[in-house]
């Protein structure tokens, strides 16, 4: 098994259905993106998060930035989520949590005293080069898509 993906390294690449169609990694080479893992569609902080990245789309974009949204929900759900939160980014269904496991953001989670594998909240922000440059796991939904926007502003020009 591969060391979980950090600051520095090449981000693994993938292929996986979305609600754009099939997305790999590599499709968007000579942009910057945010891969943003999630845990479950419509839960009260997944939307929160959802709707601030949508929020600020235009403004990711501006900066040569997509953002992609990645959970194991299936594409019916994901679906669901986009047209009820008018979300126009992709979400990418990860449905065994092979590519969150790669990148560290699947693992052991612990909520009212019981213990589970799932996703674990995490973003990552991959440069024009596919070179993972921002990496934050259990990542908290308040005000982060608004740092992760800070982030590209001021280191990736």
Do not use: W
């Not at 213990?115 to 995490?122: A, F, N, V």
């Amino acid at each position: 098994m591969s060391p979980e993906v950090q600051v520095g390294m090449p981000a693994p690449d993938f292929r996986l259905p979305s609600t754009h169609g099939e997305i790999a990694l590599s499709d968007f080479r000579g942009k910057n993106v945010v891969l943003y893992f999630y845990p479950r569609d419509n839960t009260p902080g997944c939307t929160r998060e959802a709707v601030d990245f949508q929020e600020r789309l235009d403004q990711f974009a501006a900066l040569g930035t997509v953002v992609l949204g990645v959970s194991t929900d299936s594409l019916a759900s994901h679906q669901r989520f986009c047209e009820k939160q008018n979300l126009t980014f992709p979400l990418l269904s990860d449905a065994d949590g092979a590519v969150a496991t790669r990148y560290g953001a699947y693992g052991e989670k612990k909520m009212m005293g019981r213990t589970h594998m799932g996703i674990i909240r995490s973003t990552f922000v991959i440069d024009r080069d596919g070179i993972v440059r921002y990496a934050r796991r259990g990542v908290k939904v308040e005000g982060h898509a608004e740092e992760v926007l800070r982030f590209i502003r001021e280191h990736l020009r």
